[in-house]
Nanobody, 118 residues
């Protein structure tokens, strides 16, 4: 059974940094694309960044390029979203998700709130 649990959200000033964590169980990083999405109030959920480590492939939303990175700790079965140079428009609930190769994103965490003050 796949379970994803995000943590690390909070309040940060514009220009600051935050690192989100996603503890995964039932997922093998070599066979899943791991991604981060976000949903701001009144907006649809949007893609932020993803990584398929077995292919060495990272995909970024334009809003994430140059500011956000994704990484993993195999020993902890955890992925991270490092967010730098945060802007108020980055305020959203951030979700971790897992996509089997050739599949769809079908596993989601509960989300963690990120608020960036101006």
């Amino acid at each position: 059974q796949v379970q994803l649990v995000e943590s690390g959200g909070g309040l940060v000033q514009a220009g600051g940094s935050l690192r989100l964590s996603c503890a995964a169980s039932g997922v093998t990083f070599s066979t899943y694309t791991m991604g981060w999405f976000r949903q701001a109030p009144g907006k649809e959920r949007e893609f932020v960044i993803s990584m398929l480590w077995s292919a060495g492939r990272t995909d970024y939303a334009d809003s994430a390029k140059g500011r956000f990175t994704i990484s993993r700790d195999n020993a902890k079965n955890t992925i991270y979203l490092q967010m730098n140079s945060l802007k108020p428009e980055d305020t959203a609930v951030y979700y971790c998700a897992a996509q089997p190769i050739n599949g769809r994103y079908e596993y989601w965490g509960q989300g963690t709130q990120v608020t960036v003050s101006s």
